[in-house]
T-cell receptor, first 113, second 115 residues
Framework: GDSVTQMEGPVTLSEEAFLTINCTYTATGYPSLFWYVQYPGEGLQLLLKATKADDKGSNKGFEATYRKETTSFHLEKGSVQVSDSAVYFCARNFYNQGGKLIFGQGTELSVKP | EAGVTQFPSHSVIEKGQTVTLRCDPISGHDNLYWYRRVMGKEIKFLLHFVKESKQDESGMPNNRFLAERTGGTYSTLKVQPAELEDSGVYFC?????????????FGPGTRLTVL
């Protein structure tokens, strides 16, 4: 069935380290792809999105490129901060099924000073 | 502009009891979604309302779950009777449109614990 798979956590990095969180998706239809973030004690927030192949989403120093050929949408940041500690969720939607989202299992990131 | 709100933030009940969760979407958002995250696993879709109509309820686990959205404003999700496996975080989200890359705005979630 349709699914989103992302790398398991937890991931622990030192401040200013490079971050990659891998995400792959099943390629049925023409999905839009999303990264959501959940900071401690808060709800999910949209971090970035891409709506078609080769689009790059970016926000707060994070980037992800929609790669149709590899069905991937990996999240990257060149220099993480302590404030980036959160749980990150990769997701795809189903535009012809009311826009419902399919999420990956989430990756917990902890950044140490 | 107020965001999506959910009530309660936490609920602890015993197996067999009934619990009702409430979601107030962003004003003017016709689309309302319910999702659930169980035991640190992936967030799973439960159902989708367009105004007061259920557009897609394919993710509802069984008939112990009943969702309503009377008048097309707030929504409730009732679990009756609750079972241990219903424990998790229930998220509500709303959006203006349902197609394309339209963003869904999420509430803070309700953490349900069934003992």
């Amino acid at each position: 069935g349709d699914s989103v798979t992302q790398m398991e956590g937890p991931v622990t990095l030192s401040e200013e380290a490079f971050l990659t969180i891998n995400c792959t998706y099943t390629a049925t239809g023409y999905p839009s792809l999303f990264w959501y973030v959940q900071y401690p004690g808060e709800g999910l927030q949209l971090l970035l999105k891409a709506t078609k192949a080769d689009d790059k989403g970016s926000n707060k120093g994070f980037e992800a490129t929609y790669r149709k050929e590899t069905t991937s949408f990996h999240l990257e940041k060149g220099s993480v901060q302590v404030s980036d500690s959160a749980v990150y969720f990769c997701a795809r939607n189903f535009y012809n099924q009311g826009g419902k989202l399919i999420f990956g299992q989430g990756t917990e990131l902890s950044v140490k000073p | 502009e107020a965001g999506v709100t959910q009530f309660p933030s936490h609920s602890v009940i015993e197996k067999g009891q009934t619990v009702t969760l409430r979601c107030d979407p962003i004003s003017g958002h016709d689309n309302l979604y319910w999702y659930r995250r169980v035991m640190g696993k992936e967030i799973k879709f439960l159902l989708h309302f367009v105004k007061e109509s259920k557009q897609d309820e394919s993710g509802m686990p069984n008939n112990r779950f009943l969702a309503e959205r009377t008048g097309g404003t707030y929504s409730t999700l009732k679990v009756q009777p609750a079972e241990l496996e219903d424990s998790g975080v229930y998220f509500c989200a709303s959006s203006q449109e349902s197609s394309g890359g339209n963003e869904q705005f999420f509430g803070p979630g309700t953490r349900l614990t069934v003992l």
